[in-house]
Nanobody, 116 residues
Framework: QVQLVESGGGLVQPGGSLRLACAASGGTITFSVYTMAWYRQAPGQQRELVARITSGESTDYADSVKGRFTISRDNAKKTVYLELNSLEPEDTAVYYC????????WGQGTQVTVSS
């Protein structure tokens, strides 16, 4: 069983930046084989994929965040990051981390609020 704990959310003004982190623990499979991803869910909306990074460090992004968000991973620290820049009010959501290798695991989420 893999546990994922997100951190780094908060309240930020439009145009600001945040860095989210997701630390993994537990499980018997080495962290580096997992495809890691960030999703988000705004009130009344479906959960959507924001960014994904594979074991080979290939990345892909939702069109709405391309050029603004960057996903990265540190396998030694068992942590995946999401750098959020040029934040917009539309980015307000709960951000969830996921780990996938056959089975999909989820974190509890961290709130990001973009407001002046």
């Amino acid at each position: 069983q893999v546990q994922l704990v997100e951190s780094g959310g908060g309240l930020v003004q439009p145009g600001g930046s945040l860095r989210l982190a997701c630390a993994a623990s537990g499980g018997t499979i080495t962290f580096s084989v997992y495809t890691m991803a960030w999703y988000r869910q705004a009130p009344g909306q479906q959960r959507e994929l924001v960014a994904r990074i594979t074991s080979g460090e290939s990345t892909d992004y939702a069109d709405s965040v391309k050029g603004r968000f960057t996903i990265s991973r540190d396998n030694a620290k068992k942590t995946v990051y999401l750098e959020l820049n040029s934040l917009e009010p539309e980015d307000t959501a709960v951000y969830y981390c996921s780990a996938t290798w056959g089975i999909n695991y989820w974190g509890q989420g961290t709130q990001v609020t973009v407001s002046s």
